[in-house]
């Protein structure tokens, strides 16, 4: 009796444990990307499309580290832009944009300027909303709490370096948390609308953070301060999305 009650338990468990894996990547998955309109093989694959997606905060959420209008102008001027021109440049170099937009990135170098800028400058922004709620900030939990300390050795030093990376990017561009082939950490930066996925960067990995460094992120509020903006942007930071995302590659 005992040994069926065991059983059937243990049978009852394992379907739980299987349903609980499956739903934990498929969130992580959604989030993983955040957003999108194209899926591929793998429950931790949930990868980006090309339509630009709703932000998923009101403009004046990140108030005071950044405000309404320059959220407004970031998001349905510039954004919208790069998700708009990514399209066109795809339909107009054969590109199926019903295929993750990843996979453009990959191989980037096969094609215009104008898609290198425009599709990671949507990738990049999709993610980087994704990176800030309202309410954020802190120190990261979990695995990547872990993962960052040994990397860093701790969360204030890595802070300073990923810090340091948006403050001494010349021009335009962004700062990187990112997991390279390894599943390595590492912290780095890229100009313009680059990122590391594409296979021109310097950089070679998957984003897990990003900053955006550009002075449209910024000007109105911060102006010429890049490094007010950057140690203001540390209390929006969204640490479960970057978690969630750390847990899923
Ligand atoms: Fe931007």
Redesign the pocket.
């Known amino acids: 009796m005992s040994k069926h009650i065991s059983r059937r338990n243990f049978i009852h468990n394992s379907a739980k444990t299987t349903i609980a894996v499956s739903l934990t990547g498929l969130m992580s998955g959604d989030i993983l990307a955040g957003c999108t309109s194209a899926k591929v093989t793998g429950i931790n694959k949930t990868m980006m499309g090309y339509d630009q997606t709703p932000l998923p905060y009101a403009y004046n959420a990140l108030e005071p580290m950044i405000d309404a209008l320059t959220m407004e102008i ?1 998001y349905s001027k ?2 919208s832009a790069y998700s708009k021109n990514a399209k066109d440049a795809a339909v107009a170099e054969g590109v199926d944009i019903t295929k993750p937009i990843e996979n453009v990135l990959a191989t980037v170098s096969k094609y215009s300027t104008k898609m290198r800028n425009n599709a990671g ?1 949507h990738y ?2 999709e993610l ?1 909303w994704r990176c800030m709620k309202k309410d954020g900030g802190g120190i990261p939990a979990g695995t990547l709490a872990t993962a960052i300390n040994q990397s860093f050795n701790s969360f204030d030093s890595f802070k300073t370096q990923f810090s340091d990376a948006g403050k001494n990017r010349f021009g335009s561009g962004w700062a990187w948390l990112y997991i390279d082939k390894d599943k390595q950490l590492k912290i780095g930066s890229t100009p313009n609308q680059d990122n590391p996925l594409m296979d021109i960067s310097d950089l070679k990995g998957t984003p897990l953070l990003g900053l ?1 460094v ?1 002075e ?2 910024y000007y109105l509020k911060y102006q010429n301060k890049r490094a007010d903006y950057i140690n203001a942007w540390w209390n929006v930071v969204n640490w479960d999305f970057v978690q969630q995302r750390y847990a899923g590659i």
Do not use: Q, T
Request: net charge negative; hydrophobic share 35%; proline share 0%.
């Open positions: 970031h510039h954004a400058g990049n922004h980087f955006d550009w449209h992120a």
